[in-house]
């Protein structure tokens, strides 16, 4: 099979990036022929496709005068829509993965795919379908209004970011794919990475239900990873040091857990505040990746995902189970789905006792039930995130879309 997989940047920024170049160094692994097709940037990794990439500079990144003049790219992107239609014609695909396309690609993509009848599948990493913040936040509070305002309200309390401009961009752009651009009928299939993210699309819109359907991601590399059924004398959080992460919540708990120690792996705009007020029992590690991360998961008791905000499929969970390291994480987003009793605790997001207790049943747990949950953990990520069972049904979804297109 031929597959087109769209994103805006070809290099890693965040989560949905990670699951782009995943996914396809995953399809190409089974025998596939895939192309790229992505935005112009001097931090991107090499591509056969690049020369078709689109040119559309981040506008954050921008001053004023500069983002006023790139508006119009927000809505409609002419070049991303020419320099696509040359890529089809070079590569002729039989369907199109797309990823994150906002703000750079824009959905004026999608009117060429279906003007060439190419099925198409999207992964909502996040929810900008239904909300202009991406995670349903008001400057790091949790916030639905928009489900709603239909994006309005963004602009109006600048939740983007919290900036003005570019809150009003977003909400615009939302406001127009919502009642001027009727981009349902150019997408013939929503994957969604928790049911908790499927159910917010579905209560604005039908389609979503009736297209959607819930693929966790995989990780790579799971079948290699020899899991560890060893219970490290820590605790560890690691991601950014933000506040939606709940992190500040975390390390306040840690105040009343004087004989438990916690590492945080990681850094953002609260390292600093946090490491100066920390009690004894917290350890700031900075920022680690690769075997020097993995080896300090592996080393942990427990991995903390203390989150205030709506994660959709969080990576964290999904590499401490293939660790064997079972997780202690809040109930909000799609965290409460993949942790079960049988491979942690879960508990109120920001409720410092609730989080002490947790961790409080967690440190009390036997030799022989520490061990049990540890093979819990690693069961599930073997049952639900294997790219094996990942790319079969992800063979499903393109299959079904092509069959859609068909007819």
Not at 50 to 56: G, L, N, P, T, V
Not at 198 to 206: Q, V
Not at 236 to 249: D, F, H, M, Q
Not at 379 to 401: C, Q, V
């Amino acid at each position: 099979m031929r597959i087109l997989q769209v994103n805006k940047y070809h290099y890693i920024k965040g989560g949905a990036d990670t699951v782009f170049f995943n996914t396809t160094a995953l399809l190409r692994s089974n025998g596939h022929e895939v192309a790229e097709f992505c935005t112009q940037n001097d931090k991107n990794i090499p591509s056969e496709y690049d020369c078709y990439f689109a040119h559309a500079p981040e506008l954050r990144d921008q001053g004023v005068a500069a983002k006023i003049a790139g508006i119009p790219r927000f809505f409609s992107n002419p070049n991303a829509a020419k320099r696509l239609e040359e890529l089809i014609a070079h590569f002729k695909p039989d369907v199109a993965h797309l990823h994150n396309i906002f703000n750079g690609l824009s959905l004026s993509i999608l009117t060429v795919l279906r003007r060439h009848r190419i099925p198409v599948v999207i992964t909502m990493h996040d929810t900008r379908f239904i909300c202009p913040s991406s995670y349903f936040l008001q400057r790091g509070k949790a916030c639905e209004k928009c489900l709603r305002w239909g994006g309005l309200y963004c602009g109006l309390k600048r939740c983007y970011q919290d900036n003005l401009l570019n809150s009003w961009m977003c909400a615009l752009e939302m406001l127009h794919k919502e009642y001027l651009f009727d981009y349902d009928r150019c997408i013939d299939r929503y994957i969604f990475a928790s049911r908790r993210f499927k159910g917010f699309h579905e209560a604005r819109h039908s389609y979503f239900a009736s297209k959607g359907t819930v693929l966790y991601n995989f990780l790579p590399g799971l079948p290699q990873i020899v899991p560890s059924a060893s219970r490290g004398d820590y605790m560890l959080y690691y991601g950014r040091v933000t506040a939606e992460k709940g992190i500040s919540t975390l390390v306040e708990a840690m105040e009343r857990m004087p004989n438990i120690k916690l590492k945080v792996a990681g850094t953002g705009p609260l390292l600093d505040v946090l490491s100066s007020r920390a009690p004894h029992n917290v350890e700031f590690l900075g920022f680690l990746s690769g075997s020097s991360l993995f080896d300090v998961v592996r080393n942990a008791s427990f991995v903390l995902v203390p989150s205030e905000c709506e994660e959709n499929n969080p990576l964290t969970v999904i590499e401490a189970y293939a660790h064997g390291k079972p997780v202690i994480g809040s109930r909000i987003g799609g965290v409460p789905e993949i942790i079960t009793s049988h491979t942690g605790f879960t508990f109120t997001p920001g409720s410092i006792a609730g989080l002490c207790d947790a961790m409080a049943k967690a440190d009390a747990l036997t030799d022989a039930g520490y061990e049990r949950m540890s093979a819990a953990a690693r069961t599930f990520a073997d049952e639900n995130f294997h790219p094996g069972k990942y790319y079969s049904r992800l063979m499903d979804i393109y299959n079904e879309a092509i069959n859609c297109t068909k007819h």
